[in-house]
């Protein structure tokens, strides 16, 4: 059906940048949004940037000015530029795609997730 493979995460110092990517495989029609979320240890997973097929991007407010959601819509990649990183970025960041997929029967709608990749900020 649909796959999504993440990669990029890592240890960086503080001030340091990383790019995440996420690539979607399948039986993909259309992709509406593309974004990424993130989980700390002990915390609730939360929206970090997001940005949907025309082009519109929202970001978290601790993000916003350090961190650039990107895609590639006829590769169907995401990317997240992060820049200026803090150690309170430290966590597992996931991608997250909402789209519609044909599954050999009808089209349906769905949103999938990445595996998760770790960033930690430390130095």
């Known amino acids: 059906q649909v796959q999504l493979v993440e990669s990029g995460g890592g240890l960086v110092q503080p001030g340091g940048s990383l790019r995440l990517s996420c690539a979607a495989s399948?039986?993909?029609?259309?992709?509406?949004?593309m974004g990424w979320y993130r989980q700390a240890p002990g915390k609730q997973r939360e929206l970090v940037a997001v940005i949907v097929s025309g082009g519109s991007t929202v970001y978290a407010d601790s993000v916003k000015g350090r961190f650039t959601i990107s895609r590639d819509n006829a590769k169907n990649l995401v990317y997240l530029q992060m820049n200026s990183l803090k150690p309170e970025d430290t966590a597992v960041y996931y991608c997250n795609v909402d789209l519609k997929y044909y599954s050999g029967v009808d089209i349906d709608s769905a949103r999938y997730w990445g595996q998760g990749t770790q960033v930690t900020v430390s130095s």
């Open positions: 399948g039986s993909i029609l259309s992709i509406y949004a």
